[in-house]
């Protein structure tokens, strides 16, 4: 099969999903061999991003890529609509940081390129044909990759009560996917709202780029477009994710409860293998960070995995939502009844112990340490804790707010921090921590 180009330069305008910005997404013809690229033309001199997995850096109900001063939010839609109507070659060029979301879906880019007519090119498409299976687990979704002569998807999509369940086997090419996917619109749970707005997220949502659950009830401005329109819409984006490959794949994805965190997982590990059989061996590749402590705005949990030792069940922080300069910063931490403590602690009246509070604030400052001292890779180990207090007990549910203050830094390596956790706008506990950093396999 020969590769695909437009024909001819299109654009569209709109809002965007997150930032509510208005954006026109411009999609310009490529030459054979040149790949996906996306230009901020907002910015100063014009960056280009190739689109790659490597470049993930925010995964909370959108995918973020990073390369330097330059971000691109909520890609997955236009880069499905590319997917699954076979372009290989083509460059976006946006003057925000976020595609519009138009409807929702990936409908609206499908008519752009069409509109813009696909025409094949000289050069012959290149996959990458997936020669062993490659599975990811996370909490309750899971993925996997069989070797599969096509590019075939099986999904199941379900909310936490188990209310809309639904499950789609599917195999995809342009035809399949103009018709059967592309109009598949993004949705979120009503509960979910609320938290995503205080994330700063959701600016530009609405009724009429996106469906709400509520309990057994489907809010949306228009009719379902499909009976089954929730899964088809994970099956999109997990088309849009999987193209972070950098090629096209040949391979029959299986998902249960995906999300763009498990998917960029898998993808991740496509793209290791991909690169194991290109240079001949088994030997895994380490995947490049994309930023630095110092320079970042906030931290997802893959960040916080990077930045700290502590592994589950014992990491106790699942996000930096935002630095203040190099010392103060806030995090938080999700509690839920999955904890496994809360078994015995109390069986029948779970109850978050203090001490591991105490230990949410001590990673958090640990990771406020490192950034304030630019000294990302060594490891911030607790030493003592002072004028603890506990006011409020925190449950299944509670969203703990950590806010971290450095007080003082001895000799670049011994810190003193305040921390105050809160629950909603209540004092939950708060104390001082004192810590040090140490070089990797140094002794406590």
């Given amino acids: 099969m020969k590769q695909r180009s437009l024909l001819r ?45 490597s470049q993930v850096t925010d995964l909370v109900r959108a995918t973020t890529l990073s390369s330097g001063h330059a971000k691109i939010h909520t890609v997955e839609h236009v880069l499905a609509a590319l997917h699954g109507m076979g372009i290989d070659n083509v460059e976006i060029e946006m003057n925000a940081s976020e ?37 990811v687990t996370k909490g309750n979704s899971s ?4 070797p599969y002569d096509g590019f075939k998807i099986s999904c199941t999509s ?22 059967q996917i592309a109009a598949a619109r993004t949705f979120t749970v009503y509960e979910d709202i609320e938290e995503l707005l205080k994330l700063g997220k959701i600016k530009g949502g609405s009724l009429e780029n996106a469906i709400v659950l509520k309990d057994d009830k489907i809010m949306s401005k228009e009719p379902l477009r499909f009976d089954d329109e ?13 193209l972070l490959l950098g090629k096209p794949l040949k391979a029959h994805i299986v998902a249960v409860r995906p999300g763009h965190a498990v998917n ?24 490049p960070k994309t930023a630095k402590i110092e ?109 971290i203050k450095l007080i003082k830094i001895m000799r670049g390596k011994i810190g003193t921090a305040s921390a105050i956790c809160y629950v909603g706008d209540e004092v939950a506990s708060s104390g001082e921590l004192k810590f040090m950093i140490l070089d990797e396999g140094q002794d406590v």
């Fill in 143 to 146: 993925i996997i990759a069989l």
């Fill in 295 to 403: 320079e970042e705005t906030q931290l997802d949990i893959r960040r916080v995995i990077e930045t700290l030792p502590h592994r589950y069940p014992f990491i106790m922080i699942d996000r930096v939502t935002e630095f203040r300069g190099t010392d103060e910063l806030t995090a938080i931490k999700n509690v839920t009844i999955n904890e496994p403590y809360f078994q015995g602690h109390y069986p029948g009246q779970p109850i978050m112990p203090g001490v591991l509070q105490v230990e949410a604030m001590a990673q958090a400052a640990g990771i406020l340490m490192l950034r304030a001292t630019n000294l990302e890779g060594k490891t911030a180990v607790f030493m003592s804790v002072d004028k603890v207090k506990w006011r409020r007990k925190v449950i299944p549910g509670d969203q703990l707010r950590i806010d």
């Fill in 9 to 53: 330069e299109v654009s569209v305008k709109g809002p965007s999903l997150h930032t509510g910005d208005k954006t026109q997404l411009t999609l310009k013809p490529a030459p054979a061999n040149s790949g996906i690229t996306i230009r901020r033309s907002d910015l100063h001199d014009k960056p280009v991003i190739r689109p790659h997995v």
């Fill in 230 to 242: 929730l899964v088809r819409h994970k099956i999109l984006d997990i088309i849009g994710d999987v």
């Fill in 158 to 179: 379900a909310d936490d009560r188990g209310i809309h369940t639904q499950h789609l086997t599917i195999d995809i090419d342009p035809d399949v996917f103009a018709t």
């Fill in 264 to 287: 960029a997982e898998l993808t991740t590990k496509l793209a290791e293998r991909m690169e194991e059989l290109a240079k001949g061996k088994r030997k895994p590749v380490e995947k």
């Fill in 99 to 135: 595609p519009p979301i138009l409807d929702g879906s990936s409908k609206g880019f499908v008519n752009l390129i069409l509109e813009g007519e696909p025409v094949e090119q000289e050069a012959d498409r290149e996959y990458f044909v997936l020669d062993q299976p490659i599975s």
